[in-house]
């Protein structure tokens, strides 16, 4: 978990309610990834950037949302319009893109559990 | 798509014997293979990973596993288990799409 910190461990969210997930990174990684884990299905990717002021939807980026303002943050907004958001979050970066040298590990951070009232 | 399939939600195994933990996958292009591994409401820690070269990949904590590319399979193995490497063990494929799919998932529980 060296290098990334996920705020806060444990949130709780009501209906309707939109909720933010902070992600900072000290390694001064350019990518940076947030997954959604669900028991049994593995992670899903929800967004991911590559740099700053720029990010792309993943896999199941329907009500959420994300800012990279700063290279070291990459904050993840839950709206309303998730349906069923609880779950576990994990925020991930990596030295650099993919790039033809190859591909790097993902470094992880401890998680937030998010669950819904 | 890419794909990996990890077939087993359990492995078993008893302490000192040898674990396997086993890994398929589907993608396109040449395929760069990562096994993780996560303990109880903590994020994902890095074990080991197949980019080109040797079919033998060592990793931290006495893993290695090995690609096979005509099995398309990527299985984690350890000589001896330990208690502590009971855990939740992901496979994770990335191709030309440059995008990480992980498998679903092995528990593996060691019993003393």
């Known amino acids: 978990d060296g290098g990334i910190t996920q705020s806060p461990k444990y949130l709780f969210r009501k209906e309707g309610q939109n909720v933010t997930l902070s992600c900072e990174q000290n390694l001064n990684h350019d990518a940076m990834y947030w997954y959604r884990q669900d028991p049994g299905q593995g992670l899903r990717l929800i967004y991911y950037s590559q740099i700053v002021n720029d990010f792309q939807k993943g896999d199941i980026a329907e009500g959420y949302s994300v800012s990279r303002e700063k290279k070291e943050s990459f904050p993840l907004t839950v709206t309303s319009a998730q349906k069923n958001p609880t779950a576990f979050y994990l925020c991930?970066?990596?030295?650099?893109?993919?790039?033809?040298?190859?591909?790097?590990?993902?470094?992880f951070g401890p998680g937030t559990r998010l669950t819904v009232l | 798509a890419q794909s990996v399939a990890q077939p087993e939600d359990q492995v078993n195994v008893a302490e000192g014997n040898p674990l396997t933990v086993k890994c398929t996958y589907s993608?396109?292009?040449?395929?760069?293979l990562f096994w993780y591994v996560q303990y109880p409401n903590r994020g994902l820690q890095f074990l080991l990973k197949?980019?080109?070269?040797?079919?033998l990949v060592k990793g931290s904590y006495g893993f290695e596993a090995e690609f096979n590319k005509s099995q398309t399979s990527f299985h984690l193995k350890k000589p001896s288990a330990l208690v502590s490497d009971s855990a939740l063990y992901f496979c994770a494929v990335t191709g030309s799409a440059r995008q990480l799919t992980f498998g679903s998932g092995t528990q593996l529980t060691v019993l003393p």
């Open positions: 197949y980019i080109t070269g040797d079919n």
């Open positions: 991930a970066s990596t030295p650099r893109t993919s790039g033809p040298r190859g591909h790097s590990e993902q470094f």
């Open positions: 993608v396109s292009g040449n395929p760069y």
